[in-house]
């Protein structure tokens, strides 16, 4: 199965803001989120990723079919962090297949340094995912944390690929 992860263009700005849609009818669940009045949940930060040096979007492609998308940018929570997954969608069709885990350590392997990974406290199934995909690419050598302030209420494990040692293939 032929997985690619693209450094996405402003041309691709429409093709993740559509499937941000998805990505967060998905999450509604566990946020208890509305859509707005025109039927949109809408994403604040999309533009951001074509305009600040600190944001970075990728396209996933499966069989050059579209597949999700990563964004990455570099707004932490904790001190001494430099990444953060800000949001990960890869579409149901293509879950449960190693994809996902493909998607993350190829990204992991373009930035190296320290990063924060998030989920809610109540998404039971990211967290499981997580700590599966986190736990193979660092072979188990990460933290996890629980956070209750003002900023994020949820799980973070962090982790850092400075490294050589710690890129791992797909």
């Known amino acids: 199965m032929g997985v690619e992860v693209l ?36 994403y604040l930060y999309l533009d951001y990723y074509w305009v600040e040096a600190d944001r970075y979007p990728f396209i996933v492609r499966v069989n050059e079919k579209l597949a999700g ?13 430099q990444y953060s997954l800000a949001e990960f969608f890869i579409l149901r069709k293509y879950r449960k297949q190693g994809i996902g885990k493909k998607v993350a350590f190829h990204v992991f392997n373009l930035f190296h340094g320290k990063w924060e990974i998030h989920q809610v406290n109540t998404n039971i199934m990211a967290q499981q995912f997580w700590r599966c995909v986190i736990g193979a690419y660092t072979a188990d050598n990460y933290t996890e944390t629980v956070m209750e302030d003002k900023d994020w209420k949820g799980i973070v494990q962090c982790f850092d690929n400075a490294g050589e040692q710690c890129v791992r293939r797909e």
């Open 69 to 81: 998308f990563v964004l990455v940018n570099q707004y932490t929570y904790l001190p001494g962090s």
């Open 7 to 42: 450094a996405a263009s402003i041309t691709d700005k429409l093709l993740i803001k559509q499937m941000m849609e998805l990505y967060q009818y998905d999450f509604s669940e566990f946020e208890g989120t509305d859509i707005n009045e025109h039927g949109y949940f809408g």
